[in-house]
């Protein structure tokens, strides 16, 4: 249904260019969820943003998009338009910012539905009650004449939920969806994105920093750092034989639930520079694995992991 | 918000009367006054005038006469300056003049300035960010005093289409130039802080969550953005809208509109101390009345200030 190729983000700058997001390419069929992982500034987001025709102005993108076999990258604005929240839906990052503090909830719902589906106003309102029942606001009738910041930060975040949801997309794509929220509230969140699935068989992609979230959501995970993917594998196999280096030190950084003791490990050492196009591994200087072989070439991805050892090699 | 408005309604009377007794005792503290001339008045005489005037009683007395007469009869008092006419009388003479210029030139500022600033916004770098960016030089190297100059070179000395001067009553042609050489300044204040403010928000998450919506940018820029973008420009208009209206000494000085701006100037130059008193007293009244607009304006707009005053 979405299949990206050999995609590239370049953002240009005061100080060069910045290689966001290089050669990834991935897949989503109808009612798959995947997940994409990576650290803060690994090009998540800029990938989803992509995919919605909503890049900063300063960016060049290359490579291909594909909506059911229509070229996303070579569309036309209007059609775009047509596709967005009808076809593809997006949940943002930060649902603080990204609601309209000076509209009512209601109207940021109905103008949805009055826009690609022509209802009217008592229409859209009842449909903006169904979805909003759906992701589970309560009193939902008499919260429609809010406004956001009436909201605490999960209800938020269900409102831009229920704002994806109602054209019924075929796609949403969910950015760190639970980021901001507590622990209890992040679990609601996440079997409410599982329940949309049941309910209207949406496909979604879910991008994280946690690993920990992606575990029974998710049939695959794409692992990106620096903007580059460095594993692929279905998400059972992944956790059982992880076989990159990077991801083996997310799946440390993800706590352990039946031995809570076991202690958290980040990775040492902070993302990578993104001004050069790589010659090397781009993890090399943070790699407890790197040979002398990853400092000068850089690793392919090949069959679903791009490093230079083989697993068995791998500590 | 009615229990607002009504609270901030409340404080306007305290406020005046600090005020006015401030600023009372303020201008006597000037040298001078207003019956000093070079040629000294002789002692007798000036008692005389000082009598008459209410002036050789106890500051405190005058101020306490002062203040009883506008509250029980709205009388401002008598001009020192302008013989047989009471401060009522200019100020009612006066203000509906550049009232009649300020508002039209306030209507002049918004009516281009928002759009303008708009524009160049959309077209961000384009034909009119680069015209809206020299209009705003334009009107920083021409101030008024050249404008105005200017005005009348075209309009009235070379193609004779309006008067050069005078008031006739506040009749259209009378009230262009006035306006225009008012406003022009204020107007490319508003087109660039209208087009800064539009950038940002343009610029803001929320908006792009408008355009993954998939709304057209017409929908997109009327129904998101604008009112935001307009923050900006309300606060800025508000003490603007009070200069305006209560004119600008030098556009009643070279139109001859014998507007009230002309009038502070006499009574600062004449120590007319009534004059000056009962022009701070409308200027304090009408900053009162535009801060209250703006605050409810402001309200309106954002709910979260909305909520915040009720
Ligand atoms: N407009 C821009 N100009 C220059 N660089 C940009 C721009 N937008 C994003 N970037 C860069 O692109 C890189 C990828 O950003 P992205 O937002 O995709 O990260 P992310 O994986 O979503 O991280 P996070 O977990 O923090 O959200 C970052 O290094 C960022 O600095
Ligand atoms: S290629 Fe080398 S440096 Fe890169 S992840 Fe593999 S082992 Fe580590
Ligand atoms: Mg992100």
């Known amino acids: 249904m979405l299949s990206v190729r050999n995609l590239h983000i370049r953002f240009r700058t005061g100080d060069g260019m910045v290689h966001a997001v290089n050669d990834v390419s991935f897949d989503v069929g109808a009612s798959q969820h995947i997940a994409l992982v990576g650290e803060s500034g690994s090009g998540k987001s800029q990938i989803a943003l992509s995919i919605m025709g909503l890049l900063a102005k300063n960016a060049e993108v290359d490579g291909q998009i594909l909506w059911n076999g229509q070229d996303l990258l070579a569309t036309s604005q209007r059609e775009m338009n047509r596709i967005r929240a009808q076809e593809i839906g997006i949940i943002f990052q930060d649902p603080m910012s990204s609601l309209n503090p000076y509209m009512t909830i ?47 930060g999960g209800m938020r975040q269900r409102i831009v939920i229920a704002m994806a ?32 699935r049941q309910d209207f068989g949406t496909s979604v992609v879910l991008i994280t920093h946690d690993l920990g979230v992606v575990a029974g959501f998710c049939e695959d995970v794409v692992v ?34 039946e031995d809570p003791s076991d202690a958290l490990t980040a990775i040492p050492g902070s993302p990578p520079s993104q001004h050069r196009f790589p010659q090397a591994c781009p993890f090399a200087p943070r790699c407890v694995d790197a040979v002398d072989t ?20 791998l500590t | 918000m009615l229990n607002y408005t009504l609270r901030r309604l409340l404080m306007v009377l305290p406020t005046l009367l600090i005020l006015v007794i401030f600023a009372f005792y303020l201008m006597r503290l000037a040298p001078g006054g207003p019956f000093t001339s070079e040629r000294p008045l002789p002692p007798s005489v000036m008692a005389n005038v000082l009598e008459r005037y209410g002036m050789d009683e106890p500051l405190h007395v005058q101020l306490w006469t002062y203040v009883k007469n506008i509250v029980c009869c709205f009388d401002f008092g008598p001009s020192f300056s302008q013989k047989d006419r009471t401060v009522n009388d200019v100020i009612a003479q006066g203000f509906p003049v550049t009232l009649t210029y300020g508002f039209w030139s306030a209507v002049f500022v918004l009516v281009l300035g928002i759009p303008l600033g708009i524009i160049a916004a959309l077209r961000h770098n384009g034909f009119w960010d680069y015209t809206m960016t020299g209009l705003a030089i334009f009107s920083q190297i ?65 908006i792009r969550t408008a355009r993954a ?98």
């Open chain 1, 106 to 152: 209601e109207r940021q719902l109905t103008e949805i539905v009055e826009h690609h589906e022509g209802m009217s106003r008592r229409d859209a309102r009842a449909r903006a009650l169904e979805v909003m029942d759906a992701v589970r606001i309560p009193d939902a009738k008499a919260r429609l004449r809010a406004y956001p910041h009436e909201f605490s």
């Open chain 1, 165 to 196: 949801l109602m054209c019924q997309p075929k796609l949403i794509l969910a950015d760190e969806p639970t980021t901001a929220l507590d622990v209890t509230v992040q679990a609601q969140i996440m079997q409410l994105l599982a329940d949309i």
């Open chain 1, 224 to 257: 990106l750092y620096g903007g580059r993917i460095m594993e692929e594998a279905q998400t059972t196999a992944l956790f059982e034989q992880p076989g990159h280096p990077y991801t083996r030190g997310l799946l440390r950084a993800v706590p352990n639930i």
């Open chain 1, 294 to 313: 990853c400092r000068d070439t850089l690793p392919m991805l090949h069959k679903g992991r791009a490093c230079v050892r083989p697993v068995e090699e």
């Open chain 2, 142 to 206: 021409f101030p008024n005093f050249v404008l105005a100059p200017l005005l009348v070179l075209l309009f009235t000395l070379s193609w004779g289409l309006l008067p050069g001067g005078g008031w006739n009553g506040g009749q259209w042609q009378y009230v262009v130039m006035p306006a225009i050489a008012l406003g022009t300044s204020y107007m490319a204040s508003v087109a660039r802080l209208t087009r800064g403010s539009m950038l940002e928000v343009l610029n803001s998450p929320y």
């Open chain 2, 213 to 310: 919506k998939g709304l057209p940018e017409r929908t997109i820029i009327m129904r998101h953005a604008l009112k935001p973008a307009l923050l900006p420009t309300l606060t800025y208009m508000g003490p603007v809208f009070v200069y305006m209206i209560t004119g600008s000494v030098f556009v009643d000085v070279f139109f001859s509109t014998g507007g009230i701006g002309q009038d502070f100037i006499n009574g600062a130059y004449s120590r007319d101390y009534a004059i000056l008193l009962g022009l701070a007293i409308l200027y304090a009244v009408l900053t009162f009345a535009l801060t209250l607009m703006v605050d409810l304006l402001y309200a309106w707009i954002d709910p979260k200030v909305r909520a915040g005053l009720s």
